[in-house]
Every structure is written in C-alpha cells, then in structure tokens.
C-alpha cells in the first residue's frame, strides 16, 4: 500500500527536525582553548581587560553567559590581585554580542561600554586592551625530597586515577602516598560552560587529608564565595577572587599544617592551612575548625595520622597537571 502524501510530508518534517533537535545541546562544554576558540565567538570576548601593571584606575572582567549574553565587571582600582579589594567599588554592566563585537550599559543606563578588536572601551574614557595573565607558580618544578603524585605520565600515585591526554581527570581519585605537614602544588583547570551558572559551572575540588576542600570552580567575575575557586568550602570565603577565566592553567599553593594533640592523644589544636590561588594569598594560616568541610569523601576522628589528597569527581571536565607534595616536619 502507498503511504499517503501527508504521511510522506509528516515523516520528512520529522526527519529533517531530528537531528536539529539532538545537536541542540542546551549545556555545551568545551575543555580545550582551541576548539572554544574556533567553534564559539563569545570565548574570544570573555577574559580581562586592563592594565598587568598595579595600580591602573579601572579593570574589567568579562564573563560570557551563553548566546551572546555577558556580564562585565568593572573593578575600581585594577583587576584582582593588582589593586582591587573587596572593599572597593564594583559596577555589573550586562552586555549583548555577536560576531566578535558586544555592547554594554549599567542597569540605571549612565554608563555604556563597547567591546571590539579586543579592546573594552567605556564612554569617555581610554579603551582597555585585553590581557591574559598567568600564574606566576605555573610549571612550578618539584624541590627536592618532594613526592611527583603526577607529572603527566602515569596515575600510578593515584587510586581510581584516569589521564586524559597527558592530564589527570577529576575522577573522585585518591593518592596512595599520605602526608601529615606539608608544602603542596598543583595546577587545573576548568572547562568553559558559558550557559552554565553557579555549583555547574566546572565544579570539582582538592580535599587535604581527604577532609578539607580547596573548592575547584570556574568563579571568574564571581563574589569569591567559600563554594566557589579559594574557597575552603563551609569553612572561609577567600580574601579576594583570584579566579582567572577558564581553561586558563591556574595554581593552588598550599601549607598545611596537621592538627597537633598531646601525649594522651587528645586533640590541642585544629589544623592550619595557607593557600595561595593564581600567586596571590588568599588564606593565611587559617584554622580548620571542622573535622570535615561539606561532601568530606573520608571522615572519621580526628588522629594523629599522615592522610591522603582527594579530588572530587562532580560531573564536570576538569583537568589537573604538576602535582607535587613536599613533607614537612
């Protein structure tokens, strides 16, 4: 039997429609610069702009939020790190782009802004170019006496470890050696989901003694809070944002200090960590006055002990590479 001409037409329409449908991905993710770079126009807008020298009048962070939506930043004194603290001004500018230009107002409308060439250029005021900073500790190498846990060619050191390309996977993994008192050094980093918001946005983390998180999220333009990148998460809020864009290499730089307890065994003081995020202090000998931060993958009492690293597998591609742990007495 021939099918009718409306069913032929009805079969085509759906034909023609499916594949539309399944390529339109509501959250896509990139993990790598260059195919962000030639297959979304919004990647080349976000980024900083500004000055890389301390003390220049105004800095700007702009934050691709998917389909040619933006927010931009603008930070009294400099970009963070190089004069802006949070107790300066801070003006959110939204924006809309397409084909490699955008525009930008205030929500009172007094202040208006272009981006093109990549230059942010607000009204009546000198255009800031753009400027791609990096981590002043990036490919830091080992000292001496430290323990490589991951250099690029194996996840030997690494229980549940997975390398991709030459990186390792936030793949919840556990290292095997364990460590009390230490100096430590790892680089990540983030993907880029201009269409994801908050927890979403290239979550993961790094638990100290598989207890304390350094939180892993891509913060750029963010508050700095304690659930977001330099935060110790439910403990403290970082002292400033340091976040850089993401799939940026970034640095965390960390001491830590066990908690210390008497001949009895009974606890005398909680441990401490100091953590420097992109170069820059973000937390100076900070108490951890907690036995375990939120999602702690191993818990328990607090012990005399040497513990394990931790990084959190939460469902986002984040990499990590030059991992290092130096012990200390």
């Not at 690494?158 to 996977?169: F, I, P, R, S, T």
């Not at 990540?188 to 350094?214: C, L, V």
């Not at 401490?272 to 999602?295: F, M, P, Q, R």
Request: aromatic fraction near 8%; proline fraction near 8%.
């Amino acid at each position: 039997m021939r099918p009718s001409t409306s069913l032929c037409c009805l079969a085509a329409l759906v034909a023609f429609a499916l594949p539309s449908a399944q390529a339109a991905d509501p959250n896509p993710i990139w993990s790598n610069p260059e195919s962000a770079r030639s297959e979304n126009p919004d990647f080349a807008l976000q980024g900083e702009y500004g000055s890389a020298a301390p003390g220049a009048p105004t800095g700007v962070q702009v934050v691709a939020l998917g389909g040619g939506k933006f927010e931009a930043h603008l930070l009294d004194g400099g970009l963070p790190g190089l004069g802006w603290t949070r107790d300066k001004k801070h003006t959110l500018l939204s924006g809309t782009g397409n084909a490699g230009t955008a525009s930008f107002t205030s929500a009172d409308g007094k202040i208006a802004a272009t981006l093109a060439n990549g230059k942010f250029s607000l009204t009546g005021a000198p255009a800031l170019p753009r400027i791609e900073r990096a981590s002043p500790t990036l490919g830091a190498p080992a000292p001496a006496g430290a323990v490589v846990l991951f250099d690029g060619t194996t996840a030997e050191n690494w229980d549940n470890g997975k390398v991709e390309n030459g990186l390792l996977a936030a793949s919840n993994a556990t290292s095997k050696p364990r460590f009390r008192n230490y100096s430590a050094h790892f680089e990540f980093r983030t993907p880029y989901k201009p269409f994801a918001r908050g927890q979403d946005r290239g979550n993961s983390g790094i638990y100290h003694g598989g207890r304390w998180e350094t939180q892993v999220l891509d913060s750029f333009g963010l508050k700095g809070e304690q659930n977001e990148c330099g935060g110790i998460y439910s403990i403290a809020e970082p002292r400033l944002n340091m976040c850089l864009p993401p799939l940026t290499w970034q640095t965390y730089d960390v001491d830590f200090t066990n908690a210390t307890f008497d001949a009895q065994g009974k606890q005398t003081a909680w441990p401490k960590i100091s953590v420097n995020l992109n170069g820059v202090l973000i937390h100076d000998k900070l108490e951890l006055n907690k036995e375990n931060t939120t999602a702690a993958p191993l818990g328990g009492p607090l012990k005399d002990e040497d513990r394990p690293l931790f990084i959190q597998n939460h469902g986002n591609p984040v990499l990590f590479r030059n991992i290092w742990v130096l012990p200390r007495k």
